[in-house]
Nanobody, 122 residues
Framework: QVQVVESGGGLVQPGGSLRLSCAASGSIFNIHTISWYRQTPGKQREFVAHITRIHDAYYADSVKGRFTISRDNANNTGYLQMNSLKPEDTAVYYC????????????????WGQGTQVTVSS
């Protein structure tokens, strides 16, 4: 079993910064892509950024130049550094990991965390 837990959300003023973490734990053999998505009430979950195992990073246009995704392969952890935050960044942020477990190495599983709330408001 593998668990995915996000942390680091909170309330921040416009222009401020937050750093989200995504920790995967359990019987992990390999983690492929780590992605961040966000969702606001009544809307579909939207892509924010993802990073491959070799650290190729991709961003939604709405966050380019403000957010930076990174990962620590040794500790099975991903990060999302969010700078110059805007009220429209307010959402629940979810981490998604593509993982192979030690017991099922031939299968790549798509796992989600429970989400962390980010609120940008003065």
């Amino acid at each position: 079993q593998v668990q995915v837990v996000e942390s680091g959300g909170g309330l921040v003023q416009p222009g401020g910064s937050l750093r989200l973490s995504c920790a995967a734990s359990g019987s992990i053999f390999n983690i492929h892509t780590i992605s961040w998505y966000r969702q606001t009430p009544g809307k579909q979950r939207e892509f924010v950024a993802h990073i491959t195992r070799i650290h190729d990073a991709y961003y939604a246009d709405s966050v380019k130049g403000r957010f930076t995704i990174s990962r620590d392969n040794a500790n099975n952890t991903g990060y999302l550094q969010m700078n110059s935050l805007k009220p429209e960044d307010t959402a629940v942020y979810y981490c998604n990991v593509e993982v192979q477990t030690k017991t099922e190495r031939g299968r790549v599983q798509d796992l989600w965390g429970q989400g962390t709330q980010v609120t940008v408001s003065s």
